[in-house]
């Protein structure tokens, strides 16, 4: 079969340098899983890499002419294709209760949807690492005081540490993207368990960048707290200023004053 066709509709750029391809399937470090999920492989320029290691790999992709090429060419993959779209698909069908990581060059389109996605299932992911536009990437990574420092970054980081590995020039996919990419790389933390309840504490975190720029006395108006805690000090920050363990400082005071996740 003829190479695959990259479609803008599914936020297809094919990665043609193999030794950046190589570079990202040794960030794994195999520790702790023998299963991993690829997801968007294209053409599996990613995968061969992956197939040479003393692991279990299975691909996800919702291309079906990148399915039909990659059982052409990669017999290794025969009954390890999963021809579904990741952000719907119950990845339990495939790995019941078994820990396994996830790698990509992912989709610039879903790749924050794919993070969220992965921290459903952070008790069985212990590593998660892949290509995304640069920005995305730095944003996962991000400290405190950043403008891209978000969502993201918090949420990311309360149950992962997270590394910004290396940069991607645009010249080497087919077709470039108009932007440079990023690698970067989740390792779940040894206690990833929250002090505080972990759905008020994903309501605070969204809720209070929601409004990033006043302060978090206005922004977690609708959270509906009482006026001893609003006159708390932290509340005059804005949510940019406070980092990952201030956050959930924030949700056991916000528990406290009686708030129901």
Same mark, same amino acid.
């Given at each position: 079969?003829e +190479?695959?066709?990259?479609?803008?509709? @599914?936020?297809?750029?094919?990665?043609?340098?193999?030794?950046?391809?190589?570079?990202i399937?040794?960030?794994l470090?195999?520790?702790?899983?023998?299963?991993?999920?690829?997801?968007?492989?294209?053409?599996?320029?990613?995968?061969?890499?992956?197939?040479?290691?003393?692991?279990?790999?299975?691909?996800?992709?919702?291309?079906?002419?990148s #399915?039909?090429?990659?059982?052409?060419?990669?017999?290794? @993959?025969?009954?390890?294709?999963?021809?579904?779209?990741?952000?719907?698909?119950?990845?339990?069908e495939v790995?019941?209760?078994?820990?396994?990581?996830?790698?990509?060059?992912?989709?610039?389109?879903i790749?924050?949807?794919? #993070?969220f /996605?992965?921290?459903?299932f952070?008790?069985?992911?212990?590593?998660?690492?892949?290509?995304?536009?640069?920005?995305?990437?730095e944003?996962? *990574?991000?400290k405190?005081?950043?403008?891209?420092?978000?969502?993201?970054?918090? %949420?990311?980081?309360?149950?992962?540490?997270?590394?910004? %590995?290396?940069?991607?020039?645009?010249?080497?996919?087919?077709?470039?993207?108009k932007?440079?990419?990023?690698?970067?790389?989740?390792?779940?933390?040894?206690?990833?368990?929250?002090? *505080?309840?972990?759905?008020?504490?994903?309501? $605070?975190?969204?809720?209070?960048f929601?409004?990033? /720029?006043?302060?978090?006395?206005?922004s977690?108006k609708?959270?509906?707290?009482?006026?001893?805690?609003?006159?708390?000090t932290?509340?005059? +920050?804005?949510?940019?200023?406070?980092? $990952?363990?201030?956050?959930?400082?924030?949700?056991?005071?916000i528990?406290?004053?009686?708030?129901?996740?």
């Amino acid at each position: 079969m003829e +190479k695959v066709k990259a479609k803008k509709h @599914l936020g297809q750029h094919f990665l043609k340098d193999e030794s950046i391809a190589k570079a990202i399937a040794d960030t794994l470090s195999l520790n702790g899983y023998d299963e991993v999920l690829e997801i968007g492989p294209g053409m599996g320029v990613l995968t061969k890499y992956l197939l040479d290691k003393p692991i279990n790999t299975h691909v996800i992709e919702i291309d079906t002419e990148s #399915v039909v090429y990659l059982g052409e060419n990669y017999p290794k @993959l025969k009954d390890k294709i999963i021809s579904q779209d990741f952000l719907k698909y119950n990845i339990n069908e495939v790995y019941k209760d078994k820990q396994f990581a996830i790698i990509g060059n992912f989709p610039y389109n879903i790749s924050t949807q794919i #993070v969220f /996605r992965t921290l459903e299932f952070r008790d069985q992911i212990p590593e998660f690492s892949g290509m995304f536009q640069k920005e995305v990437a730095e944003r996962i *990574c991000e400290k405190k005081g950043s403008k891209a420092y978000g969502i993201l970054s918090v %949420l990311a980081q309360a149950f992962y540490i997270t590394e910004y %590995l290396f940069t991607v020039d645009e010249n080497v996919f087919i077709p470039p993207p108009k932007v440079k990419s990023g690698v970067m790389k989740m390792t779940r933390k040894e206690d990833y368990s929250l002090p *505080c309840g972990e759905k008020l504490f994903f309501t $605070v975190v969204k809720t209070a960048f929601q409004q990033r /720029r006043k302060t978090l006395r206005n922004s977690l108006k609708t959270l509906n707290l009482t006026d001893d805690l609003r006159l708390d000090t932290i509340f005059d +920050k804005r949510p940019e200023q406070l980092s $990952v363990e201030e956050f959930i400082e924030l949700t056991q005071k916000i528990e406290a004053d009686g708030v129901q996740s």
